[in-house]
Nanobody
Framework: QADLVESGGGGVQAGGSLRLSCAAS????????MGWFRQGEVREAVAAMH??????YYADSVKGRFTISQDTAKYTIYLQMNSLKPEDTATYYC????????????????????WGQGTQVTVSS
């Protein structure tokens, strides 16, 4: 069984909403940070959060539109995506990894140690 399993992707019109879920194994959920990335020319961080903590990160392009959250009882994180734009179209990946010493999360893909298989999000204009 995979350590991280994403779901919730699909097609939506611009302005619409989707919620992505990432179900983690207990081991991977114990990592300090979990985040959402999307693949374009590079794999960029969209949002990340410290598990069990309050530290969060959002890319400037999604601030005010996307919200990352966690359900510790289900070992699951979510990405609520509202006001979607065509430029949000991408494959979205869930990842887990360590945090910085101050408790904040890294934002570069190579600093994350475990990845899900990805889920496609397509936003049509």
């Amino acid at each position: 069984q995979a350590d991280l399993v994403e779901s919730g992707g699909g097609g939506v019109q611009a302005g619409g909403s989707l919620r992505l879920s990432c179900a983690a194994s207990k081991f991977r959920y114990s990592s300090n940070c979990m985040g959402w990335f999307r693949q374009g020319e590079v794999r960029e961080a969209v949002a990340a959060m410290h598990i069990g903590g309050t530290s969060t990160y959002y890319a400037d392009s999604v601030k005010g539109r996307f919200t990352i959250s966690q359900d510790t009882a289900k070992y699951t994180i979510y990405l609520q995506m509202n006001s979607l734009k065509p430029e949000d179209t991408a494959t979205y990946y869930c990842a887990s990894g360590p945090s910085r010493s101050d408790g904040s999360c890294y934002t570069r893909s190579w600093e994350y140690t475990s990845w899900g298989q990805g889920t496609q999000v397509t936003v049509s204009s």
